[in-house]
T-cell receptor, first 109, second 117 residues
Framework: RKEVEQDPGPFNVPEGATVAFNCTYS??????FFWYRQDCRKEPKLLMS???SGNEDGRFTAQLNRASQYISLLIRDSKLSDSATYLC??????????FGAGTRLAVHP | DGGITQSPKYLFRKEGQNVTLSCEQN?????MYWYRQDPGQGLRLIYY???????QKGDIAEGYSVSREKKESFPLTVTSAQKNPTAFYLC????????????????FGDGTRLSIL
């Protein structure tokens, strides 16, 4: 099992749809969790941080399930501009600096 | 305006040549990192540094070298021993050096694209 696993997608959804991605992690010592957005040929940018059970920011909701060791990202009312690759990063200290390979989202008109 | 600056944006390497990628941050972060990203792939850790004058190998350190003489600077040298250097190189930094600080998010520079001539 990979240390951090994400469905590579692509998730093709129409504008206005709700879409959710999961990220599973194997390091039970992970305490902080982050979602990044990466546009094509650009650097990853921090989207959301999750330190307890979840976090909500506008159309974006991140949930943490420690028992099953996964985090999820929910995007409501998808916009064309949401098209990107979404990376998860379960931070587990300096011996576990591993990002997920990302889930690609394509929002179409 | 605080941030991480990588230069150059594009770099071309000749056969047998060493090249150095620059990474500077003015965020007063203790920890800095170098990643390599190949097309359609995830991030792979090359080296990281938790504090000045100290650095650790990541998963793919062979053919690369780094130094951390100043808190704000973490240059990466791609040596001639790296036979397949063509990739997108990303530098990142985060608050803290160990303990709770190691659970902080990383912030990225805008990357350097390296190609072989």
């Amino acid at each position: 099992r990979k240390e951090v696993e994400q469905d590579p997608g692509p998730f093709n959804v129409p504008e206005g749809a709700t879409v959710a991605f999961n990220c599973t992690y194997s390091n039970s010592a992970s305490q902080s969790f982050f979602w990044y957005r990466q546009d094509c040929r650009k650097e990853p940018k921090l989207l959301m941080s999750v330190y307890s059970s979840g976090n909500e920011d506008g159309r974006f909701t991140a949930q943490l399930n420690r028992a099953s060791q996964y985090i999820s990202l929910l995007i409501r009312d998808s916009k064309l501009s949401d098209s990107a690759t979404y990376l998860c990063y379960p931070s587990g200290g300096y011996n576990k600096l591993i990002f997920g390979a990302g889930t690609r989202l394509a929002v179409h008109p | 305006d605080g941030g991480i600056t990588q230069s150059p944006k594009y770099l071309f390497r000749k056969e047998g040549q060493n090249v150095t990628l620059s990474c500077e941050q003015n965020l007063n972060h203790d920890a800095m990192y170098w990643y390599r990203q190949d097309p359609g792939q995830g991030l792979r850790l090359i080296y990281y540094s938790q504090i000045v004058n100290d650095f650790q190998k990541g998963d793919i350190a062979e053919g690369y070298s780094v130094s951390r003489e100043k808190k704000e600077s973490f240059p990466l040298t791609v040596t001639s021993a790296q036979k397949n250097p063509t990739a997108f190189y990303l530098c990142a930094s985060s608050i803290g050096a160990g303990g709770a600080g190691s659970n902080q998010p990383q912030h990225f520079g805008d990357g350097t694209r390296l190609s072989i001539l």
